[in-house]
């Protein structure tokens, strides 16, 4: 009871005569873990999104028989005539576009009859059936099970049984007839077409194939003596694992892009963190006469310390529960996002639901009185050892810190040599755990150097700055060296958010224009051409055969490479294996390799049987180099590659195997193609052979893109994928300028008496709220120079450790000097505009009041 | 009316007309001065004597233009205070009016010749350096011109704090408990100080005290009580 009485004097008392602090504390807090909440949040939906109507409509079975290009049909039958007691669920599993909402939904196709008996006898024996299994359509639909046009659907996706709809699967359109629905304990996430799957080999051009074959073995005598056995009786290429693996290997893939966006969401925390401590600090020093009092009166260190960390916590807790609601909103947001780059950079994905569940509270509430604790320690920590006689002036106090800012400058140089070692250390299980410790070094270094940066800036400025600016500008430029350790606190929040943006600019600028350069080389041909629908990482629909032929013989061009794509799994990661004519085209022929060897050469060698060329990507995430051997299942084979060598690669994160069309042809022989690049005779018209392809392809949904085009369109998607890294940086700027208001305010309360003492000095209002104008341009002046420098040095972390480690991407490092001149204007300005509100409080100070209120 | 120190009306320097002032406590009003009158001339050296919350300090914010009467009127060198705007009171304190504190007021982050410049910074001026360092010469500080006040005795602290309120040559400089924060003796240092600037300068000197030893340094003694003088000695 004594500690909440002296809770509430010591601390929610002045608490509450300044509102705008408290108020500022919480919002910095919530804030901060709104963004880490909606990152989590959104990160989930959108990349967990992916395992979906795929895996929980999959049932409870135990194995998964999978083979690049497809499962031949004679294997179902094989494992189905097994003298075991196994159940086989062949399936075809693709996506397609319903052409009237432009919605791409996942296409599942099963054997009807067969998965409906087998369930029948299933319940049969065993009446503890899982309930998310998928039930075989009810009877109303079932009589047309023969039916070509028969499909199954989600219930958002038709009005009612018998309604028509349309599909786009691979390049075709065709109609369908809903003729029943999935079952709503299905709970399915999204929409889906459910389809016999006779009717879907037709429909996908993958007859005499399924993609899948789920297994459920009995319990006896063990998975792995099942595994074992049925191993046995596969080819060679064809796989077997445990079921979702697939799932699991999508999940560790995405794992780094989540890791790396959870860690820059945690950005306006630390920016929130520093304004906390600033809050904090400036709270103990103003109230050390109190602290020194009640100390005298009988209070321990430890009751102090407790009492300060006690306030913490409460803003905390306050800043954590506003940030519920909030990180809900902003994850609605963030979700669309972050699903538009999974789906272009990795794999098929549909934002799941967001639900704010017991762990996203416990997550809030850790988080944001976690950080608002830490933060208040080294300021509760200081205010605990205030003496009970306590008469230092502040002055006095500042005139310390000043004289340790030379040990700081020290101790920062040390780290930032730390950081510079620490860079040079490998990922750990693929995480670039040293490079964020380098980052987290870097920032530290320069919260340390802040000091001394700042005292020397402020001081060799002022004579200047009287001269240029008057004398507001150099009592502004001596208050900010005077109080020191303010002001240092300040600057490396508003920094630490401003080096933030700077680097990640500067990577994304850098990365932006490596791939626009990559582009250059890498995109050759003049028209290029893919199915209709969404495109996804991992979804390769092919062009009807006849249409390459077509194209081919239109006047004005001169070839048609045919590029394909196959998803395929390489030590338990997707990767996108593709072949190319590479002979027949320009592909790849001003492509840049790492051996820097001449892409002629490289792709005469690529002519070779078994050769092989993979992107960095792949190279970085599998430790691949060239000469190395790779075996990878194609068909029913096991296929040893040589890696002739590896090339630069922008286009996703899964990474690439390519093989020369001629090479993928012997082992799966599919000739169709998942994209048409078009090149042109010299004197062709561009627009004219366009609209002849437009006309040739008339009964094929095609997309034709010009060269321009689609790097037009690279580069849209490029900027979307970014576009969360710039609002988070948003958020943490907003955090450092909210920061600087508050502080400003502060500082024009605890300056009161010497504003007010200007005025009696004859200094005019006006000059009052140029000083503090003044005051906060420095406060931005000094933020832009320090989070400059820091950002370029995070920016090479970024770009040559972190990215690298991450996503194996060789970035060449680029000034994007516009927008970074445009941001730091920007910041600038807002810092300035801060100051307006604590100018005119300051300006409408009564100096009598202020002077003699002492 | 109340007693009023009558003065040539040629070397009048402050007029203060049946001056009433009420302030605002928790929305109660409170009456700081009543109907008071004064006169006091050029080169006069005045002390205000009375209890705390007897008006002194509220006079002087008046005289120095800081603070205006609810009723009745303030003339500083023939100027009515509550007559003139914003800018004009701003250039009216700087031309005419210097203050020293009880508590010397220097800013902690400038120098004492820094502090000193200060008045002639803010009104503009472009080269004060000299006109501080002979200010700063006059007090007896010249050696002690680039200390920070926390470096500085609490009397050499008031003597830069006078420097100061000299250095663009008021005509009048207002004192409020310039000694309160001082031992006698250093006290006394000061007050022979002001007395001497006082003769040498032809300053008007309005010094609120609550010493009555200050009386010997002085050339008027006014008493004040509950915003009424009580009696005016000169000596």
């Given amino acids: ?854 | 009316m109340q007693s009023a120190a009558t003065e040539d009306p040629i070397s009048r320097l402050l007029s203060v007309e049946r001056v009433t002032k009420e302030y605002k406590t928790d929305g109660e009003p409170v009456r700081a001065l009543h109907d008071l009158s004064i006169e006091i001339g050029s080169g006069r050296f005045v002390a205000l004597v009375g209890r705390s919350g007897c008006g002194k300090s509220t006079l002087l914010n008046l005289a120095g233009a800081m603070d205006f009467p609810t009723s009745g009127h303030v003339l500083l060198d023939g100027i009515a205070t509550d007559q003139l705007s914003e800018t004009q009171l701003t250039q009216l304190r700087r031309e005419k009016v210097g203050f020293i504190f009880q508590s010397f007021q220097l800013l902690h982050t400038l120098s004492a010749i820094e502090n000193i410049e200060l008045p002639l910074l803010l009104a503009g001026h472009g080269n004060p350096r000299p006109q501080a360092r002979e200010r700063l010469v006059s007090v007896g500080l010249a050696e002690l011109a680039d200390r920070m006040p926390h470096q500085l005795s609490g009397g050499q602290m008031q003597r830069v704090a006078i420097a100061r309120a000299l250095v663009h040559s008021p005509r009048i400089l207002l004192a409020d408990e310039p000694t309160g924060n001082l031992d006698t003796a250093t006290g006394n240092s000061i007050l022979e100080e002001l007395q001497r600037i006082c003769i040498a300068h032809k300053t008007t000197i309005l010094m609120a005290t609550h010493s009555a030893e200050s009386a010997s340094f002085v050339d008027t003694v006014v008493h004040m009580r509950d915003g009424h003088i009580e009696e005016i000695v000169r000596s």
């Avoid at chain 1, 606190?489 to 990640?504: E, G, P, R």
């Avoid at chain 1, 048609?560 to 085209?585: C, D, K, W």
């Fill in chain 1, 1 to 854: 009871m004594a500690s909440l009485s002296l809770f509430s004097r010591l601390i929610v008392r002045p608490a509450r005569r300044e509102p705008a602090r408290s108020l500022l504390i919480v919002l910095a807090v919530a804030l901060g873990v709104s963004v880490v909440l909606a990152i989590d949040l959104a990160s989930s939906a959108a990349a967990g999104s992916f395992r979906s109507s795929m895996e929980t409509l999959a049932g409870d079975n135990d194995l998964e028989v999978t083979a690049v290009g497809g499962v031949a049909d004679q294997i179902v039958g094989q494992l189905a005539i097994l003298p075991y007691s196994i159940r086989v669920s062949p399936r075809i599993e693709d996506h397609a576009t319903v052409v009237a909402s432009g919605e791409t939904v996942p296409l599942i196709a099963i054997d009807v009859v067969a998965e409906a008996n087998s369930h029948k006898d299933q319940q049969a024996q065993n009446q503890n059936v899982d309930s998310r299994k998928i039930e075989t359509p009810k009877i109303d639909g079932f009589k047309h099970i023969n039916d070509a046009d028969a499909i199954w659907t989600t219930r958002q996706l038709a009005g009612k049984v018998g309604d028509k709809i349309t599909l786009l699967i691979n390049d075709q359109k065709r109609d369908y007839t809903v003729r029943g629905f999935v079952p709503e304990s299905a709970q399915v996430n999204g929409n889906v077409v459910l389809m016999d799957i006779a009717a879907a080999q037709n429909a996908t051009g993958k007859a005499g194939h399924v993609d899948r074959i789920l297994l459920k073995v009995p319990e006896q005598p063990g998975f792995d003596v099942w595994q074992q056995k049925l191993r046995a009786v596969l080819p060679s290429g064809v796989e077997l694992n445990a079921q979702g693996s697939q799932t699991a290997a999508n999940r560790r893939m995405l794992s780094a892009f989540r890791w790396n966006l959870g860690i820059l969401s945690y950005v306006a925390l630390l920016v929130g963190a520093f304004l906390i401590y600033n809050t904090i600090s400036v709270s103990v020093v103003r109230r050390r006469a109190d602290i020194g009092t009640i100390r005298a009166l009988g209070a321990s260190r430890n009751t102090i310390l407790a009492a300060f960390l006690a306030e913490a916590a409460v803003f905390g807790f306050v800043g954590a529960v506003l940030a519920l609601p909030l990180g809900r909103l902003m994850a609605t947001g963030a979700v669309r996002l972050l699903a538009t780059t999974v789906d272009a950079l990795y794999i098929s994905s549909r934002p799941g639901s967001l639900s704010l569940s017991g762990e996203s509270v416990v997550l809030a509430l850790v988080v944001g009185i976690g950080v608002a604790v830490v933060s208040a320690l080294a300021p509760a920590r200081e205010a605990s050892l205030v003496p009970p006689t306590e008469a230092m002036a502040r002055g006095a106090r500042e005139y310390t810190i000043r004289v340790e800012r030379t040990r700081d400058a020290w101790i920062a140089l040390a780290l930032a040599l730390a950081a510079a070692l620490a860079a040079r250390f490998p990922a750990i299980a693929g995480k670039p755990l040293f490079g964020y410790l380098s980052a987290l070094l870097l920032i530290a270094a320069s919260a340390l150097a802040i000091p001394a940066l700042v005292f020397w800036i402020t001081s060799v400025a002022s004579t200047t700055l009287r001269k240029f600016m008057g004398v507001e500008a150099m009592l502004a430029s001596r208050s900010l060296a005077g109080s020191l350790r303010r002001t240092s606190v300040l600057v490396a929040a508003l920094s630490t958010a401003i080096a933030m943006m700077t680097s990640v600019g500067i990577m994304v600028g850098s990365f932006r224009q490596t791939v626009t350069t990559w582009m250059d080389s890498q995109l050759p041909a003049d028209l290029y051409l893919r199915p209709a629908g969404d495109p996804s990482a991992d979804r390769h629909p092919t062009i009807a055969l006849d249409l390459t032929d077509r194209i081919a013989r239109l006047p004005g061009v001169e070839s048609v490479s045919r590029f394909r794509a196959y998803e395929i799994q390489y030590e338990g990661l997707p990767v996108t294996l593709g072949s190319a004519e590479t002979n027949l085209s320009r592909f790849y022929q001003s492509s840049g390799f790492l051996s820097r060897r001449p892409a002629k050469d490289v792709l005469k060698e690529l002519l070779s049987p078994d050769a092989a060329i993979v992107s960095e990507p792949f190279a970085n995430k599998h430790h691949a180099k060239a000469g190395d051997v790779l075996t990878l299942p194609l068909g029913e084979k096991l296929v040893k590659l040589r890696i002739v060598d590896i090339f630069y690669d922008y286009a996703n994160e899964r990474g690439y195997v390519i093989l020369d069309r001629s090479t993928i042809l012997r082992y799966l022989p599919d000739p169709s193609a998942s994209n048409l690049a078009v090149y042109l005779a010299p004197e062709a018209d561009l627009e004219t052979v366009r609209n002849e392809i437009k006309a040739s392809a008339a009964h094929s949904e095609v997309l034709i893109f010009s060269n321009r085009d689609i790097r037009h369109e690279a580069i849209r998607i490029f900027d979307q994928t970014f576009a969360i890294t710039y609002a988070l940086e948003a958020i943490a700027i907003l955090v450092a300028v909210m920061g600087v208001a508050g502080a400003l305010m502060s500082i024009v309360i605890d300056r009161r008496r010497e504003f007010g003492l200007l005025r009696f000095l004859g200094a005019a209002s006006s000059q009052i709220r140029k000083l503090i104008l003044v005051e906060a341009g420095l406060i931005g002046i000094l933020s832009n120079i320090a989070g400059v420098v820091l950002g370029v040095l995070l920016s090479l972390v970024l770009i040559f450790v972190i990215n690298k480690q991450s996503f194996g991407w060789t970035i060449q490092f680029h000034w994007p000097v516009a927008i970074l001149l445009g941001a730091l204007t920007g910041v600038y300005v807002a810092t300035v505009l801060a100051g307006i509100y604590p100018a005119r409080i300051a300006q409408r100070l009564n100096p009598i009041e202020v002077v003699h209120e002492e």
